[in-house]
C-alpha cells in the first residue's frame, strides 16, 4: 500500500510561500463498526515551499476550525497570520474540513434524501459530533506519520479557534498520548452535560450586546421596529424561499460576537429600513444580503447539531435556548411577539442561538424539522473524560479567552481551565471572538509562549 505522502496523483498548486496538497482519506461513519460505511474526509496539507523533501520528518500541526459545521479556510498566503507562525516554528499544516463540511462527505438536505426515515436520517448526523471528528483526526495521524523514524515526532501540535477548541478537549480526553501540544483561541469547552448552563450565562452577554449596539446607533431603535413591525404585518420570501419572519431578522445579532459586526447589523438595518419607507417592501439587494449574511441553509450542521456539541452523559438538549426563553426575565429582554412589545423598549436581536421555528424559515432545513426534533430529543453519549483531563502529562496546553465573548462564556470556559492539568489561560479584552483572523500571528505566538513558560499571565 502507497503511503498517502507518497501518492503522485494528489492534486496540488502552489499559494505564496507553500505548497498546497489536497489529500482525500477514507474513514469509518461509525467507529465502533469500523469495517462498515466509509464516508471521505478531505485534508489540505500545507507545506513550506523549500521544506518539501521533508514532509515526512516535519512535525504536523492540525488546524481544527469554528463551528460546528463549517468546512476551513485556504489561507491565501503563508506569509502572513498564525500560518506565518507555524511555518517558523517548523511546521507543516493540516487543514481539516471536518466530516459533514467542505469537500468532507458535505452534509445537506440533499445528501440526506438517500435515507428514507426520519429515524435513519438522525442516526447517520449523530456520528457527526466532535467524537467521531476526533477518530477522524487521529485515523489520518496514523496514515500520515506511518514509517516515521523515532526521532521524527508522531504527535500532532492542535489549534482550535472556537468549537475546534471543543474538539481539542475530547481529542484530549480520547487520545492525550497523540498530543505534543495544544492552543485554543475563543474555544476551552465548557464542560457542562447539556447547554442549560451555557445560555444561562450566554443570553445576559448578547443583551449587553444589544445595549452597546443601540448606544452606538440610537436611531436604529426605531428603524429596528419599523422593520419587525412591517415583517410582522407580511409574508417575505427570500431568493431561495426562506421565509424572512421577524425572528429570523433579529437573528442577524449573530453578527455583534465578531469584530465589525455592529456595523454590518447597521448597515443592513439601514437598508431594510430605507426600503420600507420608500418602496413599501424590501428590495431584492436586501433580501439578498440578509439571506447572505445567514449561514444555516448552507451550513446545515451549524443548526441542526449545534445544541448537541454541549450534551452528553446521557443528556439530551430539549430545545434549549427556546425553552430558556420562558423563564423570567429573558422572556421579557427577548420579546419579539408585537402584542407584547414595550413602546419604551428596544426590540433586542439574539445571538449564537437555535430555535425550532428554524425549521420553518430556513429553506434548506426545512426537510429536516422532524429529523431535528428528534435530535434535540436524543440522549448523547460522553464527550470529554474529566479524569483524563485532571491528569493530563507531557502536552503544552495554552488557551486565550476574549473577556466579552458572546459564544463562549469566559466564566465557564475558566472553570473548565482549573480541570485540565497544565493549562495556561490567557484571558484579554483587546479581541473580539475573531482574534485568530485579525491579529492570528501574535495570538499563537503568544500562546506558544505561555505554554512553553517562557513567559507568565496573570489575567
Request: some cysteine; glycine content about 6%; charged content about 25%.
Amino acid at each position: 500500500m502507497t503511503h498517502p505522502l507518497d501518492d503522485t496523483s494528489v492534486e496540488s498548486f502552489m499559494i505564496p510561500g507553500a505548497k498546497v496538497f489536497e489529500r482525500y482519506f477514507q474513514c469509518p461513519l461509525n467507529y465502533k463498526e469500523e469495517e462498515g460505511e466509509k464516508i471521505e474526509i478531505c485534508v489540505r496539507h500545507v507545506v513550506p515551499v523549500d521544506k518539501l523533501a521533508s514532509v515526512k520528518e516535519l512535525p504536523f500541526l492540525l488546524y481544527l476550525q469554528g463551528g460546528p459545521g463549517f468546512e476551513c479556510r485556504l489561507p491565501s498566503s503563508s506569509t502572513s497570520g498564525w500560518v506565518k507562525v507555524a511555518f517558523e516554528k517548523g511546521f507543516q499544516i493540516l487543514l481539516l474540513d471536518q466530516r459533514g463540511t467542505g469537500l468532507s462527505s458535505q452534509i445537506s438536505a440533499q445528501s440526506l434524501d438517500r435515507l428514507d426515515t426520519t429515524e435513519k436520517k438522525a442516526e447517520y448526523l449523530s456520528y457527526f459530533r466532535a467524537d467521531s471528528i476526533i477518530h477522524d483526526c487521529e485515523h489520518i495521524r496514523k496514515l500520515l506519520t506511518s514509517e516515521r523514524s523515532p526521532k521524527h515526532e508522531q504527535r500532532l501540535t492542535l489549534l482550535g479557534q472556537s468549537f475546534g477548541g471543543f474538539c481539542i478537549g475530547t481529542y484530549l480526553s480520547l487520545f492525550p498520548e497523540s498530543i505534543q501540544s495544544a492552543y485554543i483561541t475563543g474555544g476551552v469547552p465548557p464542560l457542562v452535560d447539556n447547554p442549560d448552563d451555557v445560555y444561562r450565562a450566554l443570553y445576559p452577554r448578547i443583551i449587553k450586546k444589544n445595549r452597546i449596539y443601540y448606544k452606538r446607533f440610537p436611531r436604529d431603535i426605531e428603524r429596528v421596529k419599523l422593520i419587525h413591525d412591517y415583517l410582522y404585518k407580511n409574508s417575505v420570501k427570500l431568493p431561495n424561499g426562506g421565509t424572512l419572519s421577524p425572528r429570523r431578522f433579529l437573528q442577524l445579532g449573530l453578527s455583534f460576537g465578531g469584530a465589525g459586526g455592529y456595523d454590518s447589523v447597521h448597515g443592513i438595518v439601514q437598508l431594510a429600513a430605507y426600503d420600507i419607507e420608500r418602496f413599501k417592501e424590501l428590495s431584492y439587494r436586501t433580501l439578498e444580503l440578509i439571506q447572505s449574511t445567514q449561514s444555516w441553509d448552507t451550513n446545515i450542521i451549524y443548526a441542526i447539531l449545534h445544541e448537541a456539541i454541549y450534551c452528553q452523559n446521557n443528556q439530551a438538549s430539549r430545545w434549549s435556548a427556546e425553552r430558556l426563553l420562558a423563564e423570567k426575565p429573558l422572556e421579557d429582554e427577548f420579546e419579539w411577539r408585537l402584542e407584547k412589545l414595550s413602546k419604551d423598549k428596544p426590540i433586542y436581536f439574539t445571538g449564537e442561538t437555535i430555535y425550532p421555528f428554524m425549521f420553518d424559515d430556513f429553506a434548506e432545513l426545512r426537510p429536516l424539522k422532524d429529523v431535528a426534533h428528534v435530535l434535540a430529543d436524543k440522549k448523547w453519549g460522553p464527550l470529554y473524560d474529566v479524569k483524563v483531563l485532571n491528569n493530563l502529562q507531557n502536552v503544552n496546553i495554552a488557551g486565550v479567552s476574549y473577556f466579552d465573548d458572546m459564544y463562549v462564556d469566559r466564566e465557564l470556559s475558566e472553570t473548565s481551565v482549573s480541570q485540565i492539568n497544565g493549562f495556561q489561560h490567557w484571558i484579554t479584552n483587546e479581541y473580539a471572538h475573531n482574534g485568530l483572523r485579525v491579529d492570528g500571528e501574535r495570538i499563537l505566538t503568544y500562546l506558544m509562549d505561555l505554554a512553553r513558560g517562557d513567559i507568565s499571565h496573570d489575567r
